[in-house]
């Protein structure tokens, strides 16, 4: 069975751009959401959709967006980036309200 | 909003030694899950576990949701246990807060 997958894996990217990252969640799952990690606040939610409905919400600026299509697949977008979104970007599938499991992760380098 | 704390923030073992990891949180929880982080930044799950005793190996878990708190138990240490370990608690659909994390290094 395969796990949560998280394109890409590294991504570098100048002030001002913007950025999409992509996760697909194990196979039947259809909750998705999303977690940004960095040194100084550690592992901090972002948002999770589920069946196409974005659910919950974090404590982040509107640049961060998310969507997630009919086959559960995810995106977040993160717009008009900034040095500090510099961070590792890790997403969650889950089956229903149960045990997460988490992708690679994706590794953003703002410069 | 919720708040999770793991102790000790960092931890130092000769391999071979025994040790407990311990995650408090300030509110009712749903549930509870364990985590080792590798080197690539994967988070792996250890143990979902809302109440009880789990055990997998070496490694073992106890949460007490009463009185808001869980503990991680590594037996027998080796350098491969080494990494962030990190508690996460769920507190509404499907959202996790996590702690800082323990930092555990083994040496041989």
Redesign the interface.
Known sequence: KAGVTQTPRYLIKTRGQQVTLSCSPISGHR?V?W?Q?TPGQ????LF?Y?SETQ??KGNFPGRFSGRQFSNSRSEMNVSTLELGDSA?Y?C?S?LG?????????T?LTVV | GIQVEQSPPDLILQEGANSTLRCNFSDSVNNLQWFHQNPWGQLINLFYIPSGTKQNGRLSATTVATERYSLLYISSSQTTDSGVYFCAVYYGNNRLAFGKGNQVVVIP
């Open positions: 909750s959401s977690y990690q550690g592992l901090q939610f999770e589920f659910r919950n590792l890790l969650a889950t309200d149960t045990e997460a499991f988490f992708g690679q992760g590794r």
